[in-house]
């Protein structure tokens, strides 16, 4: 089961952000590898435990715009990228 949460409220800087819990094949240095192979150098990794990794843009975009622009390079890096700090 994916992290959920109700949140009674959403800061902005929550908005461009993004929890995605990483394929099993994968450990965290290679999904980094996989961030710069694949160009998405704009966004930070930050290892948070198990397989779960937050997203952050360097820019000021947003990391659901990122990853719906992206869906397919997203998808062969993670199991499940939830853009929504909401959910």
């Given at each position: 089961?994916?992290?959920?949460?109700?949140?009674?409220?959403?800061?902005?800087?929550?908005?461009?952000?993004?929890?995605?819990?990483t394929i099993p094949?994968?450990?965290?240095?290679?999904?980094?590898?996989?961030?710069?192979?694949?160009?998405?150098?704009?966004?930070?990794?930050?290892?948070?435990?198990?397989?779960?990794?937050?997203?952050?843009?360097?820019?000021?975009?947003?990391?659901?715009?990122?990853?719906?622009?992206?869906?397919?390079?997203?998808?062969?890096?993670?199991e499940v990228v939830?853009?929504?700090p909401a959910c």
């Open positions: 089961m994916f992290l959920s949460l109700k949140l009674k409220q959403i800061l902005p800087w929550m908005e461009s952000i993004a929890i995605s819990q094949e994968l450990d965290f240095s290679q999904i980094c590898e996989e961030f710069i192979k694949g160009g998405m150098n704009i966004i930070k990794t930050r290892y948070m435990r198990d397989n779960l990794v937050l997203l952050t843009p360097t820019e000021s975009d947003r990391m659901k715009d990122l990853i719906d622009m992206n869906k397919a390079w997203f998808k062969s890096v993670f939830d853009p929504d």
